[in-house]
């Protein structure tokens, strides 16, 4: 069985060459909880916690790291420039339910169809209502993948590793030890989907839509 991906959106990826990295630790620090749990220690200045939820800075710079590389850096509110405006920009909420699907694309030549799933389509209904559409894809097909810029030879490395990993990775074998601390976070079941007879190893459920249920 897998655990399928709701999609948030059908865009295309920015261009590598285009992206910017966010300076991450200027915010947020790495720390070791203890011997098996990795988490992040928040910023007291530029972090807001309010019962326990963590709001995220607002505000961002685009400068320079010590090697001259572009890169956006945490502003706080307070310091924003005031001829910017940005202090006083406000995005209210959506008014009413957005009932618009999230949808990938159509067309024939994109990695959605070409080389496209192997079975499918098949529906599952979510906890809250959504129904979202899927396909069984060859692991190396699936659309992520055709994005990665990888050559014939690793992608097929790749799905012989994959297909490896599905036949002797069993759900009923142990591979992390169990949390010391906190609960483990709990699965919608209806994400949980058994692949068609002769797709258990090597294929994964890609979520190429999702609707309001009816």
């Known amino acids: 069985m897998v655990s399928l991906r709701p999609i948030r959106n059908g ?3 920015t261009a590598r060459e285009q992206r910017v990295p966010l300076a991450w630790n ?10 098996n749990t990795y988490g992040y220690k928040w910023s007291e200045e530029l972090v807001m916690k309010t019962n326990g939820l963590i709001t995220l800075p607002e505000y961002f710079r685009l400068d320079k790291d010590a090697a001259g590389k ?19 920009v406000e995005f209210p909420q959506r008014r009413g339910l957005d009932r618009r699907p999230y949808e990938t694309p159509e067309e024939a030549a994109s990695v959605w169809k070409t080389p496209g ?8 209904k979510l906890g809250d209502g959504s129904v979202v559409t899927f396909y069984w894809y060859r692991f ?6 055709r994005h990665a810029d990888l050559t014939s030879d690793e992608r097929e490395a790749l ?11 069993t759900k009923d074998r142990e591979y992390l030890p169990p ?4 609960t483990l976070a709990e699965l919608d079941p209806a994400v949980i989907v058994t692949p068609p007879k002769g797709l258990e190893f090597g294929y994964v459920p890609i979520v190429t839509r999702q ?4």
Do not use: C, N
């Not at 200027?26 to 011997?35: H, K, R, V, Y």
């Not at 190396?140 to 993948?145: E, K």
């Open 179 to 182: 949390p010391t601390v906190g």
């Open 11 to 13: 865009t295309a990826a």
């Open 140 to 145: 190396v097909d699936q659309p992520a993948l």
């Open 211 to 214: 609707a309001a249920g009816e």
């Open 117 to 124: 799933p192997a079975a499918g389509p098949f529906a599952a």
């Open 26 to 35: 200027t915010f947020a620090t790495p720390i070791a909880l203890d011997d």
């Open 159 to 169: 799905q012989k590793r994959v297909e490896m990993l599905h036949r002797h990775w």
């Open 70 to 88: 572009d890169r956006w850096t945490v502003v706080a509110g307070k310091d924003v420039p005031a001829e910017t405006g940005l202090s006083k």
